[in-house]
């Protein structure tokens, strides 16, 4: 069983900065690995997304200002978010999908950005 930890959310100033991290549990083979972010009354929305040939897409929302990455500890990926903006606030969730199709979603990590 594939399991999904998201920390490192928190409330931040506009402007401000804050690190996700998304620790994978379980056996996987990886297809794709992805931030996603839900913000009240809106639909889930891509962040970043990571194929597994290791390239990174970026909404256009957040290009410039964030930075999908795998990490050296094992089975850690993270979201470093700069330039914050109110508008960024939302449910931050990590993703994985496996090359045979089955996905998993972490918990979520709620990141607040005041103005």
């Known amino acids: 069983q594939v399991q999904l930890v998201e920390s490192g959310g928190g409330l931040v100033q506009a402007g401000g900065s804050l690190r996700l991290s998304c620790v994978a549990s379980g056996r996987f083979n990886v297809d794709t690995l992805g931030w996603y972010r839900q913000a009240p009354g809106k639909q889930r929305e891509m962040v970043a997304t990571m194929p597994s040939d290791g390239s990174t897409n970026y909404a256009d929302s957040v290009k410039g200002r964030f930075t999908f990455s795998r990490d050296n500890a094992p089975n850690t990926m993270s979201l470093q978010m700069n330039s914050l903006k109110p508008e960024d606030t939302a449910v931050y969730y990590c993703?994985?999908?496996?090359?045979?199709?089955?996905?998993?979603w972490g918990q979520g990590t709620q990141v607040t950005v005041s103005s």
């Open positions: 993703y994985l999908k496996m090359r045979w199709g089955p996905e998993y």
